[in-house]
């Protein structure tokens, strides 16, 4: 069973660095084809993808981000973590993990798509 | 980044109706196309993947359809578990992006 959990402050004052990190079981993050994502979801807000990381290391992140963001992996410790600089109150969000996988569907092989998702952290950035 | 558009934003319906959702891609995306039920205060949960295959556990009163940049998710029969928002999400490139979503309401 594949479970994933999010840690980290739930309060940050504007221009931190946020810290979160994903624990997960069930898997390993260096499997092929596993990666972890983040995503993020403002309060009466959508889903804002954030970053993703591969087994074999490939990291993405969203290009609005991009140059605030940084995601890695700990294999050993089954973690993710991903840093935030330069925190404003706009970020104030739910981050969720979540783990992604490839599906196989009419010959391919190569349908990702995020199945398990942590239970979200509540992150406010105020002074 | 390929935009992801949702409509309606919102809708009205009841307990039997059949329900159709619209998503479509601001470019080709083939197939690679997700769709997410979020209920208040809970994480989403995979619908669909590859537009139109069911995730393992998902009720057969989902079904997705569509390929290129138009796609529907339909739920056959509303049920009272089926209150919430939905999602889509492109799978064809990073960044992943969501639609805005579209809430399913108690009529």
């Known amino acids: 069973q594949i479970t994933l959990k999010e840690s980290g402050p739930t309060v940050v004052k504007p221009t931190q660095t946020l810290t979160l990190t994903c624990t997960f079981s069930?898997?390993?993050?260096?499997?092929?084809?596993?990666?972890v994502g983040w995503i993020r979801q403002p309060p009466g807000k959508a889903l804002e993808w954030l970053a993703l990381?591969?087994?074999?290391?490939?990291?993405r992140y969203g290009p609005s981000l991009k140059t605030r963001l940084t995601i890695t992996k700990d294999t050993s410790k089954n973690q993710v973590v991903l840093t935030m600089t330069n925190m404003d109150p706009v970020d104030t969000a739910t981050y969720y993990c979540?783990?992604?996988?490839?599906?196989?569907?009419?010959?391919?092989?190569?349908?990702?798509?995020?199945?398990?998702w942590g239970q979200g952290t509540t992150v406010t950035v105020a002074s | 980044d390929i935009q992801m558009t949702q409509s309606p934003s919102s809708l009205s319906a009841s307990v039997g109706d059949r329900v159709t959702i619209t998503c479509r891609a601001g470019?080709?995306?083939?197939?690679?196309l997700n769709w997410y039920q979020q209920k208040p205060g809970k994480a989403p949960k995979l619908l669909i993947y590859?537009?139109?295959s069911l995730q393992s556990g998902v009720p057969s009163r989902f079904s997705g359809s569509g390929s290129g940049t138009d796609f529907t998710l339909t739920i056959s029969s509303l049920q009272p578990e089926d209150f919430a928002t939905y999602y889509c999400?492109?799978?064809?490139?990073?960044?992943?992006?969501f639609g805005q979503g579209t809430e399913v309401e108690i009529k």
């Open positions: 979540a783990h992604s996988r490839a599906y196989c569907s009419g010959g391919g092989c190569d349908y990702y798509a995020m199945d398990v």
């Open positions: 069930g898997f390993s993050v260096s499997s092929s084809g596993v990666g």
């Open positions: 990381i591969f087994w074999n290391d490939d990291k």
């Open positions: 470019q080709n995306i083939n197939n690679f």
């Open positions: 590859a537009a139109s």
């Open positions: 999400q492109q799978s064809s490139t990073t960044p992943r992006t």
